[in-house]
Structure formats: C-alpha cells, structure tokens
Nanobody, 126 residues
Framework: VQLQASGGGLVQAGGSLRLACAAS????????MGWFRQAPGKEREFVSG????????YYADSVKGRFTISRDNAKATVTLQMNSLKPEDTAVYYC????????????????????WGQGTLVTVSS
C-alpha cells in the first residue's frame, strides 16, 4: 500500500481543516487506517484510527469530539476532519496502514502500522 497525505495548512485557532490520504494497492480495503502526528521535539502520537470496514473508530482523548475519521474503500481514501483546532494540534500529520489485514479493532501503537504516508503539516495559530 502506498499512501499520499494532503490537506494540511495554516489555520487560526478554532478553525477547521480536512486531511485526506489517498492509497494505492489492492489491500487498502482490508486494513485498518490510522492518523498519527508528530510535533517538534515530541514523539509520534496516535490521533485516530478506523477499522478496515469503517465500522469502528477510535480517537485519542486530546481530539475526541473535535476530529472525525472516515474512509471510502471504493475510492481508497481516508479522511480526518479536524474542527475546533487548537495551537497544540500543530504537528506533521501522517496516515498509516495496519500491518495486518482484517483486524477487528483499531490499534494505537505506531509499531503496528507498516505503511506510512509522507506527512502533511498542520499549523494552528493562536
């Protein structure tokens, strides 16, 4: 699976952005997808994930209620709608694909994700 993330940019606090991740490869529809982020000087952290079917989603506490993940297996895309953005959301955001197919639940460890996109920068000004 090859992944291409897009949609980052500069936004004021309280604003919204929509990140998209386009995938190529026949296995996309069978793997869970996740979004991670990495701020300067910090470790990469899990943001949100969605199972292969789209039936289950999971969010980090820091973004719960503000971010929404979704996927379209027919178009091989996964999106992250980010609302009510805060300066602490500033980071490079990465989409990633689970290393195992047909997992029933979302995993939050970056070690469980084998394929990674190149990252897209989100900057939230105060």
């Amino acid at each position: 699976v090859q992944l291409q993330a897009s949609g980052g940019g500069l936004v004021q606090a309280g604003g919204s952005l929509r990140l998209a991740c386009a995938a190529s490869g026949r296995t996309f529809s069978t793997v869970a997808m996740g979004w991670f982020r990495q701020a300067p000087g910090k470790e990469r952290e899990f943001v949100s994930g969605i199972t292969w079917s789209g039936g289950s989603t999971y969010y980090a506490d820091s973004v719960k209620g503000r971010f929404t993940i979704s996927r379209d297996n027919a178009k091989a895309t996964v999106t992250l709608q980010m609302n009510s953005l805060k300066p602490e959301d500033t980071a490079v955001y990465y989409c990633a694909a689970d290393r195992f197919s047909l997992r029933r639940s979302v995993v939050t460890s970056h070690r469980e994700y084998f394929y990674w996109g190149q990252g897209t920068l989100v900057t939230v000004s105060s």
